[in-house]
């Protein structure tokens, strides 16, 4: 474990200094962003001709079809595209196509269910092969692309509006949502309407769900309404159910929200996705959305189980700076299992299976931005996505070239963490109270770029029986003085390797997050454990006063 100091002295700590420290070096703006970090749309290319496509159409009667893109992006943006096309034309037919997998972007199967002369709008993905291209022009379908991904094909049935592909634009860091908003803002300078108005908060889930850059003065003024500003009625209804907490943070919705509407993306319950939708776009009424919710919560326990399975059973190999997990077939849940062996083995996990054509296709995720130093080796039939979190396919013949490749990046990162001050335990005493309440009064600025302030507290000499099981076991509890370090979801095996409960004196470091515990009106300062190291130390009997 590498440990990068932020600040010398814990007296040189505060909020001021810490934002600068990533960058950011207009604070007041940032913390109290206004209108004026939203970027003109007139920065976007192809606005009026994607416009002039959907108003021929509109005006006409003609075919529209929306496709969803499989995750929340995807959903937020075609929800968005969906409710602003019928606030413009409200007897307007708008057929909606959901993913039968996790696929993104145009496929074959999604041409086949499009009519010909017809206008399919595609929010959040893009048509990346020429082939399909062609097949939608055959059919003389027009094609308008609201995207954020970099790639695209050109052809002339495809108008596309994406923050890439734009050369003005400086946000490349926006959602699909965020464009596909850009888009309805536009439109509304058009006709003279403030239509866009209303879906901020769904940009914001966008923004969050699709781990953008929050170091942008336009994503965080988006996340500031857009979090404070809830007005779609099932997003709220998941807020209420799902969080149950006044003021709403990334960090809630990505653990409470975010992580079930994925579960359905996801999965093949074509039914349940647009039983999803409809809620989202208004479609059904406030005394179904329980059902919804029920049934969402339940495809998602599902899908752990079938995870939690897989991780256990995968062929997993290990190289210096990869890992590569191969799984039997199919299931959509690559991702996911990407991320748990990422936080296992702190390096890019590739989880792949063989296709029909003996190729190795799945998903990466990894700790660092590396999609595009591998997309720039001539050793993948692609790689396509964000930077920490893509899509990856290749031969078999090609893996040895792929990990010898990895091993010689520079991935010394993957195992660093910036923390704001490393101390020794009892410096942790000298840690003001007023830092320990960031995490309630600058939780909605915490987020991708911006990471929740860590601190490194070294030199912690213990001994296993002061190491408290709480609840039902699965978390632990350490008293450091007036600190309390707590880490949760311990699994058993987990607890018996770091000697919870047993008699044997421990040598502990750990890095956490520093928060204020409300209980029975009394506020005392903790410590969440995000990493902690233990080992075994020299045989001592010790009490609990020898800690200090």
Not at 148 to 172: A, D, F, R, W, Y
Not at 283 to 295: F, G, H, I, R, T
Not at 323 to 344: H, P, R
Request: proline share 3%; aromatic share 8%; glycine share 4%.
């Amino acid at each position: 474990m590498k440990v990068n100091q932020l600040f010398d002295n814990i007296s040189d700590i505060t909020m001021e200094a810490y934002l600068q420290k990533h960058g950011i070096d207009n604070v007041d703006k940032y913390l109290t962003p206004n209108k004026d970090c939203i970027e003109d749309v007139e920065h976007y290319d192809n606005m009026e001709e994607a416009w002039d496509v959907i108003y021929f159409y509109l005006r006409r009667n003609l075919d529209l079809y929306v496709i969803q893109d499989s995750d929340v992006d995807g959903l937020c943006s075609a929800s968005i595209i969906y409710q602003y096309l019928k606030m413009l034309k409200p007897d307007v037919h708008i057929n909606v196509l959901f993913q039968k997998d996790k696929r993104h972007g145009v496929h074959k199967d999604n041409v086949n269910e499009i009519t010909s002369d017809s206008l399919l709008i595609v929010p959040d993905a893009s048509i990346e092969n020429i082939e399909i291209a062609k097949m939608l022009e055959e059919n003389n379908i027009q094609c308008v692309v609201l995207d954020h991904h970099p790639q695209s094909v050109k052809n002339g049935n495809i108008t596309t509006v994406n923050c890439q592909l734009s050369e003005n634009v400086k946000n490349k860091s926006l959602s699909g949502a965020g464009v596909t908003h850009k888009f309805c803002q536009y439109i509304d300078g058009q006709i003279g309407k403030k239509f866009s108005n209303q879906f901020v908060d769904l940009v914001a889930l966008s923004i969050i769900s699709d781990s953008m850059s929050l170091l942008s003065y336009e994503n965080r003024a988006y996340l500031k309404v857009g979090l404070n500003n809830i007005n779609n009625p099932f997003y709220k209804y998941l807020c209420k159910n799902l969080i149950k907490s006044e003021t709403i943070t990334p960090k809630d919705l990505s653990f409470n929200v975010i992580n079930i509407i994925n579960a359905v993306q996801r999965s093949t319950n074509q039914q349940l996705k647009q039983d999803l939708f409809d809620c989202f776009v208004g479609n059904k009424k406030e005394n179904e959305y329980e059902d919804v919710l029920k049934a969402c919560k339940k495809e998602k326990r599902t899908q752990d189980d079938a995870v939690k399975e897989i991780v256990e059973t995968a062929d997993v190999m290990e190289s210096k700076s990869l890992v590569i997990a191969q799984t039997d077939g199919e299931n959509g849940y690559s991702g996911l299992i990407s991320n748990k062996l990422m936080s296992k083995y702190r390096k890019p996990v590739f989880v792949v299976h063989m296709d029909e054509n003996g190729q190795m296709k799945g998903s990466c995720r990894s700790p660092v931005p590396i999609r595009t130093a591998l997309n720039a080796s001539d050793k993948f039939v692609y790689v396509a996505g964000h930077e920490n979190a893509f899509g990856v396919c290749y031969y078999p013949s090609k893996e040895d070239d792929i990990v010898k490749f990895c091993d010689n990046i520079n991935l010394e990162d993957c195992a660093n963490y910036d923390v704001i001050v490393s101390v020794n335990v009892n410096e942790a005493q000298k840690i003001p109270f007023e830092i320990f309440n960031w995490h309630e009064k600058y939780g909605q600025i915490y987020g991708t770029e911006l990471p929740e302030p860590l601190i490194h507290i070294k030199n912690i000499r213990t001994n296993g029986k002061y190491i408290y099981e709480m609840g039902n076991g699965s978390t632990i509890k350490l008293l450091l003085g007036d600190l309390t370090a707590i880490k949760f979801f311990c699994s058993k095996d987990y607890r018996q390797s770091i000697h919870v409960g047993e008699n044997v004196p421990l040598n502990i470091e750990l890095i956490g997050t520093l928060q204020i515990n409300h209980y029975n009106g009394i506020d005392t300062k903790q410590i969440v454990i995000e990493y902690i190291d233990v080992q075994l130390a020299e045989q001592k009997e010790m009490t609990i006063d020898d800690l200090w």
